[in-house]
């Protein structure tokens, strides 16, 4: 469910699941591409209102992909290549608002931290407090 916000044993979680492959020319679409790999409008807007009606404060973030300020930090981390889309506009919107502990996201399969309270997982496990 993307753009979600769960309270989890007195934490709140937002969720947003999704991003552009990057590799999807070597793809077989309904095997190891789909076309919901990104949010329709109305998961957008849903997850908007979700943290409106959160007053725009949640613990923790869980998304796949980041905002595009992170985006940045990564390329220049890891020398990759990739363009922004807009779902890390969206996360970069949500970023100057969002009130939050932490923000982990781990769709370019590293393990580092941030600037900004976020943290790039693929193998690391964090424990939640």
Not at 56 to 67: A, F, L, N, P, R
Not at 72 to 83: C, E, G, S, V
Request: charged share 30%.
């Amino acid at each position: 469910m993307r753009g979600q916000v769960y309270n989890i044993d007195g934490q709140s979680f937002f969720t947003f699941g999704g991003a552009a492959s990057h590799d999807k020319e070597y793809r077989k679409e309904g095997k190891s591409w789909w076309r919901r790999e990104m949010p329709s409008p109305e998961e957008y807007i849903e997850g908007l209102s979700n943290l409106e009606k959160a007053d725009w404060k949640v613990d923790y973030i869980i998304t796949h992909t980041c905002s595009t300020k992170a985006l940045d930090f990564i390329k220049a981390q890891l020398n990759i290549h990739m363009d922004a889309d807009e779902m890390h506009s969206y996360f970069k919107e949500m970023e100057q608002k969002l009130d939050y502990k932490q923000w982990y996201f781990g769709h370019f399969h590293h393990n580092f931290e941030l600037p900004n309270k976020m943290r790039l997982l693929y193998t690391d496990m964090i424990r939640i407090y």
